[in-house]
Nanobody, 113 residues
Framework: QVQLVESGGGLVQPGGSLRLSCAAS??????MGWHRQAPGKQRELVAA???????NYADSVKGRFFISRDNARNTVSLQMSSLKPEDTAVYYC?????????WGQGTQVTVSS
């Protein structure tokens, strides 16, 4: 049974940093990544990383967010810096097994003074 468990969300001031982590279990994963969904908006890709380390970022987070993974531990992390109020959203870890996506339960990130 595939499970994804996120941790690390919370409240942070604009300009601050936050690190999200996701522990995956139950399979060997291809692409892993993070999406987010703000109130009233569609879920969008934030960043993704392949098992070989190739990365992809949304334009809005390039240069501020950094995604990494540990294949041996089946974890994926998102280091977020220079956070802005518009980064406020529920962040979801996701991982693919043979092109089938799996999702975590989500963790709230709120950027506010």
């Amino acid at each position: 049974q595939v499970q994804l468990v996120e941790s690390g969300g919370g409240l942070v001031q604009p300009g601050g940093s936050l690190r999200l982590s996701c522990a995956a279990s139950g399979s060997i994963f291809d692409v892993m990544g993070w999406h987010r969904q703000a109130p009233g908006k569609q879920r969008e890709l934030v960043a993704a990383i392949t098992s070989g380390g190739g990365t992809n970022y949304a334009d809005s987070v390039k240069g501020r967010f950094f995604i990494s993974r540990d294949n041996a531990r089946n974890t994926v992390s998102l280091q977020m810096s220079s956070l802005k109020p518009e980064d406020t959203a529920v962040y979801y870890c996701n991982a693919y097994v043979l092109n089938r996506p799996y999702w975590g339960q989500g963790t709230q990130v709120t950027v506010s003074s």
